[in-house]
């Protein structure tokens, strides 16, 4: 199947109509997210293009050895790509580094990997969804920025079986945020994560599935609009 290459145009205008909404949509959350300020969608704008160019590259940011791949994500949600962020952003960088690979942390990326192994036959929506919940329940993958890096964590993972990538929208913002906080307050191993977090998995991957069908609709739709008046502008005058 092929990859779809990302739309950064349509990503940005569906993030910036979110943060132009975000004062109404963040009074409907159950839990209250920090203010969509103009960094936080331009620093997340980055993330989407590093996975554009993973999918182009063919490089699997989840294969064993890749994983730097993945911190870069997380840096750049974090810092963008400024090299005086990246400086103020060091003493973070390093202690994210020792913590991501800590073996001992089982919010670590060998959790993740082993996570990975154990799911590998399942359906991508639901494989999307597991990864998200592995990252972002207690201990998180990274100290900061675990709901945005998993976005793109996702989105690598439709985009790479040929779905839309996932993208917050106005629509989907509350079916997002609600069942995220539910999962950041499972710790993994205990018992209230072994009761919660398959039901969490299942409702977040409907979600997922839900939301790129949606998306894949309205794209193949967009892309008719297009051949027909293309189509309709190449026929000769007639007269």
Known sequence: MPKT??????????????????????????????????????????GYEYVGSLLAADIDPLARGNSKHLLQLNLLVLCG?????????????????RRFYADSN??????????????????????AAGVFIQMLSAPQLFIEGNHRTGALVMSYLLCREGRPPFVLSVDNA???????????GCRKRSFTALLEIPKLRKR?????????????????????????RRATERKPATG
């Open 5 to 46: 290459r990302l739309d950064l145009s349509a990503i940005e205008a569906s993030l910036r109509a979110v943060q132009r909404d975000f004062a109404r949509i963040n009074a409907s959350l159950d839990t209250p997210r920090d203010p969509l300020r103009d960094v936080v969608v331009d620093n997340l704008l980055a």
């Open 81 to 97: 790509t400024s090299d005086l962020a990246y400086e103020d952003c060091a003493p973070h960088i390093r202690e994210t580094e």
């Open 106 to 127: 089982p919010g670590g990326v060998r959790a993740l990997m082993n996570y990975l192994a154990d799911h590998k036959e399942d359906r991508v929506c639901r494989r």
């Open 174 to 184: 509350k079916a997002f945020f609600d069942p995220a906080s539910l999962v950041k």
């Open 204 to 228: 977040f991957a409907a979600f997922i599935e839900k939301e790129t069908d949606q998306r894949s609709t309205e794209r193949r739709s967009s892309d008719r609009r297009v051949s027909d």
